[in-house]
């Protein structure tokens, strides 16, 4: 094969008789990696996972028989990837701070031992997805050494326990040695046995989520919203909060500088589940908006693929795209380059279709091993003008259960996450409720049900505010606006960057909730009785209701709380004859 | 690339735009440099897209008065380089790059291509030092750090240049007296505008440290497209071999991205919307991404584009893709320019990303950040308050609305409102914060901590 043309990220070769789709080649003299992307005649075209400057019709191709594929074993955990799993952290080491092109490292470190304890046995018949033995990868992860999937046999050779390198065999079946690591196709999914209904919560800590649009395991959601409005906050406080056994983050098309923040925090932060540090479940790909854009394309198969591995070995992972528009935009950037027929707004027509095959690998299964094991996929969504009626956002709503809608009047308000509580949706919520009964109290339905018609009347009546003002309504929705302030500021607000707030236990969003919903049931007795509103709102436990978040995280507190909530409003119907309050 | 032979091609068969089809080309790299010779003289050009027989190539000069029969390409077998030291500054160049002050080439360490690599993520350092502006509007709301790039969003006729260079002259890192040095980028605007830069560096005498790339509204358009690109290659070697703090100023961003339509159209691309190509994003990111820090190396790079939103409008492509590249924008409104509020930041818009990491406890104050979220949530119910007074009139209002109207002026007037040539120190800007904060009933300060009310607030009132 010979390059016939080169535009921009896409190279054109001739000659190409034999070239299958999705194989991976070598272009030009610098061995620049490439897909096949499309094979017309004796033309193939090519997208180039790096820079293509200097390219020059009439340099080789060479064929690698192999499609583009990922290595899968021990050494994922902790390592930062670019879009086509090459190590960063070594590729600096190489080269220095720039990446240059034409350079490789094996993604997975070939020089370090493993301690691999065997499970399987001589004479045993192993087939895909079984195990053959552990080793610990992290303090957190027990790394389960799998069988390729497309591989069976009977066992003729188990190595026995000890260290072993990536490269040294650890079992023999009569056609091939079996290593501590497997190589699989990204765009290829991962078999299993079958499909689970995803009913278990993923509890992430940020109260929006868990109480009012909870996400499953298994499940997948979209955080669309404009510049600034906190996608990535969220995706970052999910990473680093969600009850996941494995987390996979993909920064795709988006700064360079938020990948070092992952970088330099997860290492520090611990995980609240196990006290062990984030990075120790955390496997990071990083194809920042200046790096290659077929790379970036590249890069959301490359960190699905490592999920569904994870997966494999029983794990519940958890997988955050951002942003998915900026693969969409790869995507069609690449078609532009092909001269395929746009759809709207430019995206090939297939931007559909895609967006399908990659939220279909969401899922909880029944693992080839027998076990059970989710992968969860979070994608940030990056409208232009904020107009979630393009084709990225629409199209995805289409194959995702949960939306997260973030809204720009809040961002701007600093009311954060900016997630809007009329227009989001969950499709989890009532599959996942017996979860939270189970883990927090009978009443969390209610308790959310209630706060939810409490914001919901707030929103109705907000035109009507806007054109009357408050003093005009009625003291009993006065009282409703009251609490709608509270769950505002007090329950649905949470700061990311404050060391309290950032992560709440479900006990802690239950107890809030419970404190909040108590006052207003109380406080609605209160006015019954005739006392205005306004001495209620003037009451020191509205304020600390709202500081909740922020001062308390101890259970005694929050119980105690709880019942001051109630007690507060009644002290004033107690009071009332003597003609003042406080 | 090599050496190679030069050959010229006189086989020029399409022009349109700024592009020129060349057929028979043999030995062209994509991306590569070229010599355009015509009747009119020499220009340079890159290779856009290159096949078998065909290459395509856009001229950076323009194609004015260059004709099929008359024109021929010599192939340079590499990119578009400049030469790169300090002698950069004090220096004026173009926007490929070659001296426009009637000088000699600058002494040059070594060659260096425009388009420079991707910094690799790991070798990032996160940026968190904060510079003082000594402007309220920024310092206390949306506090710039080093490495950090934070555009500013205008409108035609705002003063952002005003604002730019006010910035200039104050910016300063507390505490600290490193090697520092601004690269400017003239991108499209008018002569009196780039004059008007070159006399306030000149008078706060830092013009020995100011690199200038000129590309004024009447010099080619498709060298729009690289003169940010020569700043910021200049830009590197300043902040990342010789260690210095490079301030990198680019105006009108808009101008670029109109010279990146343009091109697009005459190579006949499908566009995404507005007629803007959808690589946008992506060709943007390749110039914002430059900015930052690396670890081991001292110096740093910060770069303010300034871009005017067509129509003011926020979500029109060109504010909008930036805004999703930067680490947050500086907001210019009418509305305050129009009440005489100088320097016109909209704070509700207005964002810092990183400020998060350069200020509080050790950098500024620890109120910091409380303060400035306290701010900006009262602010925002200041203008609800504001826009039901134009429904109910002020009679109407709750006497908290009408506190609320107290503190939107008094913020306006003492927080927001400075001199162009007024230095404001951080102390006082938090300071004059909780001043505007006092005017408000202290249950509605959900966002400051008690402490904090009675430590900074209280003592002042
Ligand atoms: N939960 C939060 N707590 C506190 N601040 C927040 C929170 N979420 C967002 N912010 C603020 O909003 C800013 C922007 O958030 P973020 O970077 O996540 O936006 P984004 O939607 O990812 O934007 P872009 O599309 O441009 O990447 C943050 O830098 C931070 O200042
Ligand atoms: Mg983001």
């Not at chain 1, 795709?252 to 925090?265: I, P, Q, S, Y």
């Not at chain 2, 057929?23 to 897209?49: P, Q």
Request: hydrophobic letters at 40%.
């Amino acid at each position: 094969m010979r390059i016939y043309r080169v535009s921009g990220a896409v190279v054109e070769a001739e000659e190409s008789t034999g070239v299958k789709m999705h194989e991976l080649v070598l272009v030009g003299e610098a061995n620049l990696v490439g897909e096949v992307i499309r094979i017309d005649g004796d033309r193939a075209f090519v997208q180039v996972y790096e820079d293509t400057y200097g390219l020059k019709p009439g340099e080789p191709i060479k064929s690698t028989g192999n499609p583009l594929s990922v290595e899968l074993g021990p050494g994922l955990i902790g390592t930062i990837y670019d879009g086509i799993q090459r190590p960063l952290s070594s590729l600096r080491e190489k080269e220095g701070a720039f990446i240059k092109r034409g350079i490789s490292a094996p993604p997975l470190d070939r020089t370090k031992r493993w301690h691999f304890l065997p499970t399987a046995m001589v004479g045993q018949k192993v087939s895909g997805g079984q195990v053959l033995g552990y080793v610990q990868e992290t303090e957190i992860v027990k790394h389960a050494v799998l069988v390729p999937p497309d591989v069976k046999g009977e066992l003729q050779w188990v190595a026995d326990e000890g260290d072993y390198s990536l490269e040294d065999p650890i079992a023999k079946l009569p056609s091939q040695e079996l290593h501590l690591y497997h190589r699989w196709p990204v765009r290829t999914p991962r078999p299993y046995l079958e499909r689970l209904p995803a009913d278990e919560p993923l509890v992430t800590g940020q109260r929006i989520i868990d109480a009012l649009f909870p996400i499953a395991k298994g499940g997948s959601a979209i955080i669309p919203g404009g510049f600034g409005t906190g996608k990535t906050v969220v995706q970052h406080q999910l990473a680093k909060w969600a009850d996941a056994d494995v987390v996979v983050y993909v920064g795709c098309g988006e700064r360079g500088n938020e990948m070092t923040e992952v970088l330099r925090d997860f290492p520090k932060l611990v995980d609240p589940r196990t006290g062990k540090p984030l990075m120790m479940r955390t496997v990071l790909i990083a194809n920042t908006s200046n790096m290659p854009v077929a790379a970036r394309e590249a890069s959301i198969y490359t960190g699905i693929t490592i999920a569904e591995y994870f997966r494999d070995m029983g794990y519940n992972v958890a997988l955050m795209a951002d942003s998915t528009s900026r693969w969409a935009e790869a995507l069609r950037e690449i078609s532009g380059r092909l001269e395929e027929m746009p759809g709207e707004e430019g995206y090939p027509p297939y931007l559909a279709s895609r967006l399908a095959e990659f939220y279909e690998r969401a899922g909880r299964v029944k693992t080839l091993q027998g076990n059970e094991g989710s992968v969860t996929v979070v994608g940030a969504v990056s409208p232009m003008g904020g107009d979630f009626s393009e084709p990225v956002t629409q199209n995805s709503l289409r194959f995702v259960q949960v939306f997260w809608g973030l809204d720009k009047d809040l961002a701007d308000r600093r009311h954060f996450p900016s997630i809007n509580w009329i227009t989001s949706y969950s499709q989890y919520s009532s599959t996942v409720s017996s979860w939270w009964i189970k883990h927090t109290g009978e009443d969390w339905p209610d308790l959310v049900a209630e706060a939810f018609r409490v914001l919901q009347t707030e929103n109705d009546l907000e035109s009507l505010v806007r054109l009357v003002g408050i003093e005009a309504l009625p003291e009993s929705q006065k009282l409703t606006l009251l609490v709608a302030r509270i769950l505002r500021e007090g329950f649905l607000q949470q700061n990311a960057f404050n060391d309290v707030d950032t992560y709440s236990s479900p006990r802690k969003q239950y107890l809030l909730l419970k404190a909040m919903i108590g006052f207003y049931r109380s406080s609605e007795k209160v006015i019954e009785k005739k006392i205005p509103e306004a001495e209620i709102e003037g009451l020191p436990i509205v304020q600390e209701l709202i500081r909740a978040r922020f001062t308390v995280s101890e259970e005694l507190k929050l119980e105690d709380l709880v019942k001051r909530a109630e007690d507060a409003p009644k002290s004033l119907s107690g009071e009332i004859d003597r003609g003042d309050k406080m | 690339m090599g050496l190679k032979r030069r050959v010229s091609y006189a086989t020029v068969t399409q022009i349109n735009g700024p592009l020129v089809f060349i057929k028979g080309v043999k030995d062209v790299g994509y991306d590569e440099l070229v010599e355009i010779s015509s009747a009119r003289g020499r220009s340079l050009g890159r290779v856009l897209e290159v096949s078998r027989d065909v290459a395509v190539v856009e001229v950076f000069e323009g194609t004015t008065g260059l004709s099929l029969g008359g024109t021929s390409a010599t192939f340079l077998g590499r990119g578009l380089e400049v030469g790169v030291s300090q002698e950069v500054l004090g220096r004026v160049f173009d926007g490929i790059g070659e001296p426009a002050d009637g000088k000699p080439y600058p002494y040059a360490r070594e060659k260096a291509d425009i388009n420079g690599s991707p910094i690799n993520p790991t070798a990032r350092e996160y940026p968190s030092e904060f510079i003082e502006t000594g402007i309220s509007g920024i310092d206390g709301m949306d506090s710039l750090v080093r490495g950090q790039k934070l555009p500013i969003f205008s409108g035609a006729g705002l003063p952002h240049n005003a604002l730019a260079a006010q910035i200039t002259r104050q910016a300063k890192l507390l505490n600290s007296s490193e090697g520092f040095a601004i690269v400017f980028v003239a991108i499209g605007i008018t002569h009196d505008e780039a004059m008007y830069f070159r006399r306030s560096f000149e008078e706060s005498g830092a013009l020995a440290n100011v690199a200038m790339v000129l590309n004024l509204a009447d010099s080619p358009a498709v060298e729009r497209i690289t003169a940010p690109r020569v700043g910021l290659t200049m830009a590197e070697y300043l902040a990342f071999e010789e260690q210095m703090h490079v301030l990198v100023i680019m105006t009108d961003m808009t101008n670029y991205c109109n010279a990146l339509r343009e091109i697009s159209s005459s190579r006949g691309e499908i566009p995404a919307r507005k007629g803007y190509p959808g690589y946008m994003y992506t060709d943007l990111a390749s110039i914002y991404e430059r900015a930052g820090k690396i670890i081991g190396k001292k110096g740093s790079i910060t770069l303010l584009p300034i871009l005017t939103m067509p129509n003011d409008d926020i979500s029109h492509p060109i504010p909008d893709l930036t805004g999703y590249i930067t680490e947050g924008q500086i907001v210019l409104d009418r509305g305050l320019y129009r009440r005489g509020i100088y320097p016109p930041i909209d704070i509700s818009l207005s964002l810092s990303r990183l400020m998060k990491d350069g200020v509080g406890k050790g950098y500024t104050r620890e109120d910091h950040m409380d303060l400035s979220n306290q701010l900006y949530a009262s602010y925002a119910r200041m203008k609800e308050v504001r826009s039901l007074e134009t429904v109910v009139g002020e009679e109407g209002l709750s006497e908290k609305d009408r506190m609320y109207l107290k503190f939107g002026d008094f913020f306006e007037q003492r927080f927001l409102k400075q001199a162009e040539d007024e230095d404001r120190g951080i102390e006082e800007t938090l300071n004059l914060g909780w001043d505007s904060l006092a005017l408000l009933p202290e249950d509605e300060l959900s966002r400051v901590s008690p402490d904090e009310i009675s430590k900074y607030m209280k003592k002042r009132t």
